[in-house]
């Protein structure tokens, strides 16, 4: 009787030694699993950061090329109206390959993890917007200085009369082709958004010396003395507008570098140097 309880308490030891070997020897890999999926996890999420970072620093140029040009005067552009259309044309040019590569930049970060659970993901989507913004900031600056030379030339349609108002006849025909010529050139511009108001008032006046060239016309011809006279104090008054919708153009061109210039030293900036520490932060860790 003692034997076989003996036998019994020895098969059910063995038995529990057994299961809990079976037991731990399942737990053992699984563990092993976890820990390679962490330090894979770790590994992705290292190549996420590094990958927002090589963007991140071949923004950089492009970052500080920004800073300076929303910081210039227009009184740094020389005095000349060709120095004013080679620097435009150039700043043109500039911005034109810089949003080029900022979209490259963009594109580059598709595909990446992203998310506002992670600080890798909410790094990718940080990263995303500042080349958004970097992108929009170029192409409006480029969208602004092409329409400066095509405007630059209407600026001085005066310089083609080469007639005095003594000969009233001849005046009155080269005002009006004059007129005409920067009417249709207007005519042909598409101003932003931002600047129609002062583009149509600006429009306005050539059409307004146009109707003063024909009147001055009629008069001559009838020779009308009065008529001519009031056509003489007319165009002073119409010049003095003429003279106040380019300085209100000019100043709204002004005002558009202005903002450009507060958005990158406000929030573009401050993107920026968020982008710049957490990324920092994160491949230190």
């Known amino acids: 009787m003692k034997k076989k309880k003996f036998q019994a308490t020895f098969c059910a030891i063995v038995l529990c030694i057994t299961m809990a070997f079976a037991a731990g020897s399942s737990i053992l890999p699984q563990q ?33 090329y920004l800073i300076v040009f929303s910081e210039k005067d227009s009184e740094d552009n020389g005095d000349d109206d060709s120095d004013l259309m080679a620097i435009a044309q150039e700043e043109i ?19 990446l993890p992203d998310g506002k659970d992670t600080s890798e993901g909410r790094t990718v989507l940080a990263a995303r917007e500042y080349l ?7 192409l409006d600056m480029e969208e602004l ?10 600026f001085n349609f005066f310089e083609g009369l080469n007639v005095s108002m003594d000969d009233y006849k001849a005046f009155a025909n080269q005002f009006y082709n004059s007129s005409l010529v920067a009417k249709e050139a207007m005519d042909s511009i598409k101003p932003p958004a931002y600047l129609a108001i002062t583009h149509n008032d600006l429009q306005q006046r050539f059409k307004e010396f146009m109707d003063f060239s024909r009147d001055m016309s009629t008069a001559v011809r009838m020779e009308d003395p009065l008529r001519i006279y009031s056509c003489v104090f007319r165009i002073n008054r119409m010049m003095a507008m003429f003279e106040r919708s380019i300085d209100n153009m000019l100043s709204d061109i002004a005002l558009q570098q202005e903002q450009s210039e507060n958005r990158m030293k406000g929030p573009i900036k401050t993107l920026h140097d968020e982008l710049e520490s957490n990324i920092a932060r994160l491949l230190a860790a």
């Open 93 to 111: 040019k500039n911005m034109r390959e810089n949003a080029a590569k900022l979209a490259a930049l963009r594109s580059s970060l598709n595909g």
């Open 32 to 64: 092993a699993r976890i820990t390679a999926l962490a330090a894979e996890k770790r590994a992705l999420d290292r190549q996420t950061v590094e990958k927002v970072s090589e963007a991140f620093n071949s923004a950089a140029e492009i970052y500080k």
């Open 132 to 138: 958004d913004q970097l992108s929009n900031l170029s």
């Open 145 to 154: 200085m092409q329409y400066f030379t095509e405007l630059l030339p209407i």
